[in-house]
């Protein structure tokens, strides 16, 4: 099956990792870029060898040789470009988090509904088989009953950064929550009670933004979930499972540079390798993140099987 043919609207830095990551893909292809400088675009479509760019979104989505579109703008674009593309026959991979309402979400879901395409939001870190291993380790019950979820994420951003600004769509839930929010429902379900408290942004620009915030959630079967973020400090990526006879950690949760994940039963701790055989041909660094995801989204629009991971195997043992 021939791979699927991405367009990307916008020239942002992500989107340049992550035409990086799937150069070389059989699944994956990005055909064309738009920015609303058409000499940006020209310039990003030279340096990774795309045969189309174009000066404006809705011409970009308008060209027929485009199957998918990948949209990476700023949050507060993500729900409406997402359902131009939805409206105009493409299946959509949209950047976290791809809109700041439940409503605008459900807007989205109906658009593809109506259009019969497949919309998907980019949390990376979902489709990546180092994810598997620990979801398989708690599902077969390896720490005993899971009891609480931990999950933290922050990173330094100055004043006037984009995700310190209210009319981009900022703020750290926005931004970082949204990972420690898409974990803690992925191992403990859908939260009955959720209670926060946050520090407002004061930075000029960011009025209504939470610069940090930490969350007590409460979860199905006695379930609890914890979390916190931050946009002013020391850079932190942090998950663990905790369970009535152990737990799960994984060292590098949303990135998954590690390509591994740790089991600890007493004072016993196994390092457990996400892809032992090779089948997601992992290597250092971020790149195999996004290719994961971008190859897992076109599979999903070709119908073609994912790789499977041979499950998980002992990488040592201290």
């Given at each position: 099956?021939?791979?699927?043919?991405?367009?990307?609207?916008?020239?942002?830095?992500?989107?340049?990792?992550?035409?990086?990551?799937?150069?070389?893909?059989?699944?994956?292809?990005?055909v064309a870029v738009a920015s609303r400088d058409a000499a940006k675009a020209r310039g990003f479509a030279a340096e990774f060898g795309l045969p189309l760019s174009f000066g404006s979104y809705q011409d970009l989505l308008a060209w027929h040789e485009v199957d998918a579109?990948y949209v990476p703008l700023p949050v507060a674009m993500h729900t409406e470009w997402t359902i131009r593309a939805l409206n105009a026959g493409k299946?959509?991979?949209?950047?976290?988090?791809?809109?700041?309402?439940?409503?605008?979400?459900?807007?989205?879901?109906?658009?593809?509904?109506?259009?019969?395409?497949?919309?998907?939001?980019?949390?990376?870190?979902?489709?990546?088989?180092?994810?598997?291993?620990?979801?398989?380790?708690?599902?077969?019950?390896?720490?005993?009953?899971?009891?609480?979820?931990?999950?933290?994420?922050?990173?330094?951003?100055?004043?006037?950064?984009?995700?310190?600004?209210?009319?981009?769509?900022?703020?750290?839930?926005?931004?970082?929550?949204?990972?420690?929010?898409?974990?803690?429902?992925?191992?403990?379900?859908?939260?009955?009670?959720?209670?926060?408290?946050?520090?407002?942004?004061?930075?000029?620009?960011?009025?209504?933004?939470?610069?940090?915030?930490?969350?007590?959630?409460?979860?199905?079967?006695?379930?609890?979930?914890?979390?916190?973020?931050?946009?002013?400090?020391?850079?932190?990526?942090?998950?663990?499972?905790?369970?009535?006879?152990?737990?799960?950690?994984?060292?590098?949760?949303?990135?998954?540079?590690?390509?591994?994940?740790?089991?600890?039963?007493?004072?016993?701790?196994?390092?457990?390798?996400?892809?032992?055989?090779?089948?997601?041909?992992?290597?250092?660094?971020?790149?195999?993140?996004?290719?994961?995801?971008?190859?897992?989204?076109?599979?999903?629009?070709?119908?073609?099987?994912?790789?499977?991971?041979?499950?998980?195997?002992?990488?040592?043992?201290?």
């Amino acid at each position: 099956m021939s791979a699927v043919r991405w367009g990307m609207l916008s020239t942002a830095g992500i989107g340049r990792m992550v035409a990086l990551a799937v150069r070389g893909s059989g699944d994956t292809r990005f055909v064309a870029v738009a920015s609303r400088d058409a000499a940006k675009a020209r310039g990003f479509a030279a340096e990774f060898g795309l045969p189309l760019s174009f000066g404006s979104y809705q011409d970009l989505l308008a060209w027929h040789e485009v199957d998918a579109v990948y949209v990476p703008l700023p949050v507060a674009m993500h729900t409406e470009w997402t359902i131009r593309a939805l409206n105009a026959g493409k299946h959509v991979l949209c950047e976290k988090p791809f809109a700041v309402t439940a409503a605008d979400a459900g807007r989205c879901f109906d658009a593809a509904k109506a259009a019969s395409r497949l919309v998907i939001e980019g949390l990376m870190w979902r489709e990546h088989p180092q994810t598997a291993v620990a979801v398989q380790l708690v599902a077969q019950g390896a720490i005993g009953r899971l009891a609480f979820i931990r999950a933290a994420l922050s990173v330094s951003a100055p004043p006037g950064d984009i995700r310190r600004t209210s009319v981009l769509g900022g703020g750290a839930v926005l931004d970082l929550g949204c990972y420690c929010i898409s974990a803690i429902r992925l191992f403990g379900g859908q939260p009955l009670q959720v209670r926060a408290v946050q520090v407002p942004d004061p930075a000029p620009g960011a009025q209504g933004c939470d610069l940090r915030l930490a969350a007590t959630l409460t979860l199905p079967d006695d379930v609890v979930g914890q979390f916190d973020v931050g946009l002013d400090l020391t850079r932190r990526d942090e998950l663990e499972l905790i369970g009535t006879e152990g737990k799960v950690v994984v060292p590098d949760p949303w990135l998954c540079r590690t390509g591994r994940v740790e089991l600890h039963s007493g004072a016993k701790a196994e390092y457990l390798a996400a892809d032992p055989n090779g089948a997601f041909g992992l290597g250092p660094g971020e790149d195999d993140a996004y290719r994961i995801e971008l190859d897992a989204a076109s599979r999903a629009i070709t119908g073609a099987p994912r790789p499977a991971s041979a499950g998980r195997t002992r990488w040592s043992r201290r």
